[in-house]
């Protein structure tokens, strides 16, 4: 059973005020779920179905009906399982390797499947502006498939974040070097912008490089990358 | 004004089978919409507010105020236009080039990006599997950006697509060869599969080669891209 105030919780939790006030997010899906279980994160509170309970006799688990799931969970066919996890403990700013830096990516979406692209292709950490999209928003967490539990995440400010690194900074921009022509280094900051607006001016004062993804054929084609399809091309070039 | 039958057409356009029966599919939001104009697509209906009215005067458009426009679009927050347009008549499948086949991709969001990223690469045909999302279902339209008006998109049976074509065949897995260190043709066809099960079995008597985009680090990662994602890098590699 699930007492009101659970079901208040978990409701509440939709919200990145009360995720940031509880310290606490959600995940749903047997899948996504047991790989959460298998990483450095912390559950809170899991609820599954018989079949889920079955399969893990050593959890602690609030047993629920198909129903109750149903009522849970905000994805039309939950999948067994919907748990409560604590945020991570904030972690000092890695200062080397290959580093993203997100301004601004609004959407859930294209931020989960930025983290999933990072877990595939080896970057540790994600720099996100303030207004970029909360990485525990359920949505992002859903697109992530796991990876939330193994890149980490930052929000900070960007300008000085920028400012004081010692890396080289490279903005991806629609009116820099041909990406394939340039010389990239093993240690960088990337820098993706926003879906509609790209980086903000604010960033431009600080030192850098731009690339550009060539188009094939320049004229009546469209005018941009999707942003997670442009950061996944972009790390691919910098691993391969 | 709206009559009742205009918007019992426009809700039902929301599935398949009536964008089929009518011949008609919806597109919202101003540059989508002017997009679309711009291009081969023939336009049935457009219902706009009177900022989009006065910047195409030479269109014919039923004027509507803000809340019939929100009545009218599946969007939170449309932007002045919800126009409905011809589906483009069939045309031959394209036998050259560098061609992008689809197998069973569900998700409208995925297969939209996926649109996109064929523009920007050039890629002028795409040929789906029955059981591929329709790309003429909104959420596809729109996360196309516009560009579904320059790919052109086909559905058939991919196994004699495929058996018949005499262009090179390589699909895209988690076992192939790292694509880093095979020599593209320019002329091929790209198989991407399903997000959750890949290319399906029954394709795999067709002669061709698999391909990979390798992993940074193998263990304790992400099982795979997003097919959005990958596609996109699939692209990017025989393209530069």
Known sequence: MISKNELKLLTSLQQKKYRQKHKLFVAEGAKLVNDLLHSSFVPFRIYAVDNFVRSNPHLEITPVDENTLERISTQKNPHEAVAIFQLPKATEIQQSGLILVLDGVNDPGNLGTILRSCDWFGIESVICSQDTVDA???KVVQASMGSIARVKIHYTDLKQFLSESKLPVYFTTLEGKNIYEVKLPKEAIIVMGNEA????????????QELTIPKFETINTVE?????????????????
């Open 136 to 138: 525990y928003n359920p």
């Open 197 to 208: 607006n790209g980086i903000s001016s604010v960033l431009y004062s600080v030192e850098k």
């Open 224 to 240: 941009s990358l999707n942003v997670a399809v442009a950061t996944a091309i972009i790390l691919n070039e910098f691993r391969r």
